[in-house]
């Protein structure tokens, strides 16, 4: 097996682990490898493992790089915006992403909304929420959170599947991911079925999903280095 095989099946095989430990399935977590400034061909590749959803922060880079992979592969994956998104890029990352991580303030809100009012299929968000005191982090802040929710919750072309988390850095992840499971309880009890949590990387998903977690971001501990 190839060292890329290697690694993902290692992940793969702690999700099932930590999953089994806190009584949870893992057939409900979804793994997203994170594949920036990695080529075409590492998507293919991890297509062959089994990986179905992939995530970039960047449009320039996965805007080429998911279209042309959907032209060419017969498989049915899914693309994941994670970065932070700019409202002039919102038309050209409709094109081709299935998931946004990071719905993180209302201007970004207002385009979307304007965007998608005739989606055939309406584009699935994560609230991005802000636990720290610094505004450069990005996010909704909490005492704005549930307001911010209702308004998405109203949006036609979008649909509300749960939060993301951004932490404050150097801050122990298990305060944080506990913060982020007690806020998803509050937003289900305005909307139950948006339940799910994308929080945990490389250095902490094991303990993200002890917390909750459903969407894990990882790349390196699959990808590896990216080349320079």
Request: cysteine-free; glycine content about 8%; aromatic content about 6%.
């Amino acid at each position: 097996m190839s060292e890329l095989g290697q690694r993902y099946r290692s992940v793969v095989e702690k999700i099932a682990s930590a999953a089994e430990s806190t009584n949870r399935d893992s057939e409900q977590i979804t793994l997203v490898v994170v594949t920036k400034n990695h080529p075409d061909q590492l998507v293919y590749d991890l297509l062959a493992l089994g990986a179905r959803d992939f995530g970039e922060n960047r449009d320039q880079e996965a805007g080429p790089k998911a279209k042309q992979i959907a032209a060419e592969s017969s498989e049915r994956f899914n693309w994941h915006f994670i970065g932070q998104l700019q409202t002039n890029k919102v038309k050209s990352v409709l094109e081709y992403a299935d998931f946004l991580h990071s719905l993180d303030r209302p201007s970004l809100l207002d385009e979307l909304q304007k965007r998608t009012t005739e989606r055939e299929n309406a584009l699935k968000v994560f609230v991005q929420v802000n636990m720290t005191e610094d505004p450069e982090r990005g996010g909704v802040n909490l005492e704005d959170l549930m307001p911010f929710a209702e308004r998405v919750l109203s949006s036609p072309g979008l649909e509300l599947v749960g939060l993301m988390g951004v932490g404050g850095l150097g801050v122990n992840p298990e305060r944080e991911f506990e913060r982020m499971a007690e806020l998803s309880g509050k937003l289900q009890a305005i909307a139950p079925e948006a339940n799910k949590l994308s929080m945990g990387m490389s250095g902490d998903f094991e303990t993200a999903i002890a917390y909750g977690a459903t969407h894990l971001r990882i790349g390196t501990a699959i990808t590896g280095n990216r080349p320079t």
